[in-house]
T-cell receptor, first 111, second 112 residues
Framework: DTEVTQTPKHLVMGMTNKKSLKCEQH?????MYWYKQKAKKPPELMFV???????INESVPSRFSPECPNSSLLNLHLHALQPEDSALYLC??????????FGSGTQLSVL | SQKIEQNSEALNIQEGKTATLTCNYT??????LQWYRQDPGRGPVFLLL?????KEKRKERLKVTFDTTLKQSLFHITASQPADSATYLC???????????FGQGTELSVKP
């Protein structure tokens, strides 16, 4: 299995909702990532987990809360988001922190 | 702080020609540079990685170079095809923490 699976593919939420994005990989990769991508812009790094521990937080607002329950799973918990948080959220994994394998993303709309 | 720039937002070429995309960085040499392809609505797909002590890497019709004097990486697609049309992202990384930062991307369009 060489895939990174993200669910859901699309999500619409209100500003008072709480929702979670999920990411799963079964390649035994030690590093997992969350990126945010706005239309016509490059992916922006949000968080990096290494060996299930948060190693990089790129000064992301606390309304985004990552969680790594085990070496195969990565969640992104969302609470009190703003319309400007609407974007494509990409999860990635990497065996050694170099070559990244990306999922297809969750397209998030905040109303 | 380190900056990475891809100097063309869009590149249009004729089928069969060689596409050349440029990635420039400022300040220190990154440990490696990577190139990814991204199609609309999809995640980026890894293409090639080149380390600072390597001058050139090839994979099928793809070639990437790394010039630490010019602080530049060039990405070439030879015998380009319409199916090569996509956005190409350059990313730099360090040997610490697995951080990968992308340039703004170049949208390549190959016309038949």
């Amino acid at each position: 299995d060489t895939e990174v699976t993200q669910t859901p593919k699309h999500l619409v939420m209100g500003m008072t909702n709480k929702k979670s994005l999920k990411c799963e990989q079964h390649m035994g990769h030690r590093a997992m990532y969350w990126y945010k991508q706005k239309a016509k812009k490059p992916p922006e790094l949000m968080f990096v987990y290494s060996y299930e521990k948060l190693s990089i937080n790129e000064s992301v607002p606390s309304r985004f809360s990552p969680e790594c329950p085990n070496s195969s799973l990565l969640n992104l918990h969302l609470h009190a988001l703003q319309p400007e948080d609407s974007a494509l959220y990409l999860c990635a994994s990497s065996p050694r922190g170099e070559k990244l394998f990306f999922g297809s993303g969750t397209q998030l709309s905040v109303l | 702080s380190q900056k990475i720039e891809q100097n063309s937002e869009a590149l249009n070429i004729q089928e069969g020609k060689t596409a050349t995309l440029t990635c420039n960085y400022t300040n220190y040499s990154p440990a490696y540079l990577q190139w990814y392809r991204q199609d609309p609505g999809r995640g980026p797909v890894f293409l090639l990685l080149i380390r600072e002590n390597e001058k050139e890497k090839r994979k099928e019709r793809l070639k990437v170079t790394f010039d630490t004097t010019l602080k530049q990486s060039l990405f070439h697609i030879t015998a380009s095809q319409p199916a090569d049309s996509a956005t190409y992202l350059c990313g730099y990384g360090s040997n610490q923490g697995g951080k990968l930062i992308f340039g703004q991307g170049t949208e390549l369009s190959v016309k038949p």
